[in-house]
Each structure stands twice: as structure tokens, then as C-alpha cells.
Nanobody, 131 residues
Framework: QVQLVEFGGGSVQAGGSLRLSCAASGYTYSNYCMGWFRQRPGKEREGVAV???????WYANSVKGRFTISQDNAENTLYLQMNSLKPEDTAMYYC?????????????????????????WGQGTQVTVSS
């Protein structure tokens, strides 16, 4: 059974940084894809960043250059380093994993970031950025 547990959310002022962690268990695919998603108040859930088993990464335009996704395979942990945070980054952040593993080489960034392509979800961690 796949379990994903997020840590590291909190409150920070604009311009500050946070690092989110996601501890994964039961997800032992050698060919995998995992990512971070968020749901802002009154908005649909959206993809923030994803990473696959060969270390390739994709980012939403809104976070590119500010957020970095990474993984520690030995610890089965996924990270999201968030710098230069803005009030519009306030959201519940979720870790997710894809049952079908890596996408086709030709998949677009938007397709890779689409929440409907991910099967396993954590419970979320709240990030609040004040101005």
C-alpha cells in the first residue's frame, strides 16, 4: 500500500523560504514519477513540479526559478525547496505519485503536471505566505 506523508508547511513572510518533504512508503517502482501539487483557496488543484526516476524535472511557469524539486532515493523522500515566496503561493500542498511511472518522452509539461495523471496522494501540508 502506497503512503505519502508531507511535512514542512508553515507560515512565512513574503520573500521567505520553506522546504517541504514527502516521505514515501510502499511506492517501489524503478520507473516512477512523483510531484508536488497545490490547491489555493477557491481554486482547483494544480501541478507545481514533478520529477521522474531519471531525475528529469518539470515546473509550472508560476514557480520556475523559485521552486526546486528533488529526491533522496535512499531515504524515499521527495522535497520541494520554495524560495522567494509570494502571497499567491499560499495553498495546501500535496505530494503525489503516478502508478503508471514515467511519461512518454513526448508528453508536454502541462500534461505531466495534470493532477488527474497521479494516483496516490498525501494528506497535504498548509503553506501560508503573508505580505
Amino acid at each position: 500500500q502506497v503512503q505519502l506523508v508531507e511535512f514542512g508547511g508553515g507560515s512565512v513572510q513574503a520573500g521567505g523560504s520553506l522546504r517541504l518533504s514527502c516521505a514515501a512508503s510502499g511506492y517501489t517502482y524503478s520507473n516512477y514519477c512523483m510531484g508536488w501539487f497545490r490547491q489555493r483557496p477557491g481554486k482547483e488543484r494544480e501541478g507545481v513540479a514533478v520529477i521522474d526516476s531519471v531525475g528529469s524535472t518539470w515546473y509550472a511557469n508560476s514557480v520556475k526559478g523559485r521552486f526546486t524539486i528533488s529526491q533522496d532515493n535512499a531515504e524515499n523522500t521527495l522535497y520541494l525547496q520554495m524560495n522567494s515566496l509570494k502571497p499567491e503561493d499560499t495553498a495546501m500542498y500535496y505530494c503525489a505519485a503516478r502508478q503508471s511511472g514515467r511519461f512518454s518522452t513526448y508528453a508536454s509539461t502541462s500534461y505531466r503536471l495534470a493532477p488527474y495523471n497521479y494516483n496516490y496522494w498525501g494528506q497535504g501540508t498548509q503553506v501560508t505566505v503573508s505580505s
